[in-house]
């Protein structure tokens, strides 16, 4: 069984910082890709930032230079430094991982149950 278990949100003014964790836990063989995506109410679900296949990243436009993925792989955990908050950026924030677990030849995708972040103006 596999969990994702997101930490770090809650409630900053705008233009405060914030550090998002995902960790994730269970019979992981290999991590193709990790990262964080978010949802806005009435919004679709949008990428944030990601290290894809290769140890490469991916950043939305909106959060460059602003916000920065990193990743400690021996505990299988991403983090999300983010700067220079600004209320456009509240949304629930999810963690997302492509995994391959013992035992079983694809990579699967994966989500943790989200974690609530809030700027205030």
């Known amino acids: 069984q596999v969990q994702l278990v997101e930490s770090g949100g809650g409630l900053v003014q705008a233009g405060g910082s914030l550090r998002l964790s995902c960790a994730a836990s269970?019979?992981?063989?290999?991590?193709?890709?990790m990262g964080w995506y978010r949802q806005a109410p009435g919004n679709e679900r949008e990428l944030v930032a990601t290290?894809?296949?290769?140890?490469?990243?991916n950043y939305a436009d909106s959060v460059k230079g602003r916000f920065t993925i990193s990743r400690d792989n021996a505990k299988n955990t991403v983090y999300l430094q983010m700067n220079s908050l600004k209320p456009e950026d509240t949304a629930v924030y999810y963690c997302?991982?492509?995994?391959?677990?013992?035992?079983?030849?694809?990579?699967?995708?994966?989500w943790g149950q989200g974690t609530q972040v809030t700027v205030s103006s």
């Open positions: 997302n991982a492509r995994l391959l677990l013992a035992g079983q030849s694809n990579f699967r995708g994966y």
């Open positions: 269970g019979s992981i063989f290999s991590i193709n890709a």
């Open positions: 290290f894809i296949s290769g140890g490469s990243t």
